[in-house]
């Protein structure tokens, strides 16, 4: 070979060995994008004949989302049957979503994007953000867009392709020396503009919980590269920005878009952000979290390349830099409310509607308002308006708390530390049971058995060690070892429930208690506690004279025997230093005789039995279920017209045919008749006996509305029936996507006693309670006269049913009742013996409403049922009528409407003077 070919061969060689990277470069570079232009109209192409796919990837399932509740809403209104979310036509492409989902998502909705629950007066109670606020691209900041370009995408706008091919060739060199310095291979990475961050999210997933994930691999880069280029080709950059802010852009708490996070990061809108927030939300794409050291100092790095794109001079890029550093953030919340609680209220009502609307209960998780992933919460378009009223709510509220109710606090509890198990031989049997009790000198540490975990005690705890044995044969034993500690544990604070609705439609007014969000308002519906002397004993008082067991004026002791057998009240006295108390000898077969005493033991002596009420006096308690006590039906099945009213109040209540045939020849006691009125309640009543008299004290265990309800039934003789299900009672309307939907009761009412006027003599007894302690100057909350009432105008001895008749349902008044002492008190120590009574009271008042509720200038009568659990360390005396009376004093005197001398007044004199006269 000559000499200069050679040279010419070697040059070559060179040229071409310094060239190869460039070629290289460019041949890649050609290639690439031939490649990307062919992928991107074949998508393009695919997609308009119906080929991709519309549920590949999240931007396809929150469109099915919103399709889904679109579809529900139609079902609801009738105007549509339910449909498939399958949508794509001809032949699925499974691994490429439609990118005709740019246009879905940049479509704003009109749907207002929450769920709003509203008092009656349509003031908001409580606000549930649903998925998220979408923003126009012409509504986003100059400053945000230009940042984000700047330092993100800076060929955002001008790159036909959506991908940038240099940021690929530097993330290859760099992945390459990493592999051979650390000699593992590593993967390229900070390749996306955000066109491809736009494409990755149409190629992730959603989770069970509503988080997005992708796969990290080759495939799933190359389909977000071909996807880039499709969308690049078909879309302008706005509207792929517009996508990316609004569903790519995340930050802490769960927020999404732009929208939303301005707003729960500063409680402002878009438009309202200043530089600074702009700039810094721009830098805030780079984690997707709120990390405010590191998006500042981030803010640092890029901010020469932004102030460059904005025009900024360095001084004012040093001002918008400092500005940042001082940023402040408010913690955001999905639900806004100061009342929580009464979103499961409306969670509660807003489901039974649905399944009025033939919902199956198993399609209800997709609309529960408590639920963060449910399809309301996604898309909801929906506001509830309660009973409630929002000025009562406040109230009551705000005089509750004022009361003091010993709060959420730290006790002492016997908790095991450690234990261990060995076998053993012993030539004598050892006791079953061993305790000892040691204060340690030292730091000592315990474990469980076969079990890492330690609990690290210190020197002057106490350690209590119980040692058991168990016998294997042979003189070998099993000895188990087990160490306890007295240890500090957070426990709930002192129990308390309250409830207000109106006494004439039976509407909730307010609710109040330690319930709060997810608790379902168990304080009001669930549990069921005993009710005392609060409902029973006013009920068969009231029972004893509609029945005409009684008379209005009539008087009775409770000292005097009842010696005759055959008496249902059989009963002897037992004095005592303190005044005395009763056996009834009347009772279940095989059950011991019944001992009653009044509290304290106390004898009220001969008085009108609305006073014997007013003083809760158990024996006429417990007596006047005996003496309702009878056989109404013959053993023929008929009517015993002896006990005319009694059929007359079964026939009320619906149960005369029910128990006809059960009780033909039987005697039906004053129990049953209580039973059956709790029944109507929808209070399962069957395991109680029928002779279980201490009833008539309160031992059925009622739920607070259930408590309310029955305690209402004295106020307008209307008892409806299982009113925890009736809707109307909490809900006047649902809007669902712009359509109302008033909400109409379909419960049943009962009215168990023959007239109100029966009432008159209890209810006297049950304002004497209200007004009775001197403290609370409650002397002017007699009602006023009745116009249409007959008054006599001078006493007299001839009893007249019609005399002081009524024309409209009474109220202020009240009752109280106590339980034994059945529970250990909250803040007492586990070991403790020590126990306490839950309280009740119940009442009915006349308000003047325009004294509480702002947008309210009526007067009307309102029920209110109180429990708490009894606690002498913060709320005094453990009785009903103590713990809960400051609740109505404090209503009469700021909304009474109350005369000193009226209606109660002028009735007892008048039985007064009958009694006289007879």
Known sequence: MKKHTKIALISALCVGFLLSPLIIYWTGHIWIHAYARRWAEKLITMDAQGLLSTNFGAAWHHIAYEDKMEQELQRITGTSTPQSLTRATGIPLEDYPSISVVERLNRISDLSNRICIRDRHKDTLAIIQTDHVRTPYDSLPETFVGALVAAEDQHFFSNPYGFEYNSFVRSIVVALQESITTLSLSQPRGTSTLTQQVAKMFVSHLDSEGQRYVARSVDRKIQELRLAAALRKKYEPEEILEVYVNHCMTSSYGLVGIADISQGLWGKTVSELTD?????????????MNYPERIAAQCRIDMPRIAEY????????????????????????????????????????????????????EELHNFDLLKPTSLIRRQGNLTIDLTIDGGVQKTLEQLVRNRGFGGDTTIVTRARVGSFGEDITRTTPPKDTLNTKTILTTDSLFTEHDRPAATHLTAGDTVITNIRYRALGDSQYRRSVFHYAHLPVRVDGQFFAYAMMDARTGELLATYSRDQIGSENASLFKRRLPNGSALAKPILNALLFDLELFKPHDRWSDTTCADDPDLPWHRTFYPTERGGWFRFHSVAQGAPPYDVHNYGQRIGGEDFLFNHLTRSNNILGVESAYRLSAEVFTPESTLNREYFNHGQFLYNIDQYETLR?????????????????????????????????SAALG????????????????????????????PSLFVQEISLDGTSYPIHSQAVRYHPFRTTNSLRPTLLGLHKRLINTPADNLTHADLPLQEVSRHPQEPTSSYSPKAYSLSEPLSNFAKSGTTNNILRPFNAPSWSTERTTYGNWNAVLRLDMG???????????????????????????????SLHRYLTAALLHTAGTGVRRGYYHYYERYLRSIAQGE
Request: glycine content about 6%; some cysteine.
């Open 276 to 288: 600074a927030e702009s700039v810094y939300l721009s830098r805030m794409v780079k984690w997707g």
């Open 310 to 361: 904005l025009g900024w001079s360095p001084a004012y890029a040093d001002t918008v830099l400092a500005e940042i550093e001082n940023l402040t953030f408010s913690r955001p919340r999905r639900i806004h409310s100061d009342h929580p609680h009464l979103i499961d209220l409306a969670n509660r009502y807003w489901q039974k509607f649905l399944l009025q609307e033939g919902y199956a209960e």
């Open 851 to 881: 004294k509480i509720s702002p947008q309210r200038s009526d007067t009307i009568d309102v029920t209110i049922a109180c429990i708490a659990e009894g606690n002498r360390e913060y709320t005094g005396p453990t009785d009903g009528k």
């Open 661 to 693: 045939e059960t009780f033909a020849g039987r005697e039906i006691t004053g129990i049953r008749l209580y039973k059956e009125l709790c029944r109507i309640l929808g209070v399962s009543v069957d395991h109680i006996n029928d002779s279980l008299y």
């Open 699 to 726: 031992t059925i265990e009622l739920s607070l509305l259930e408590q309310m309800h029955l305690f209402n039934m004295l106020y307008d003789n209307t008892l409806r029936e299982n009113p925890a299900e009736d």
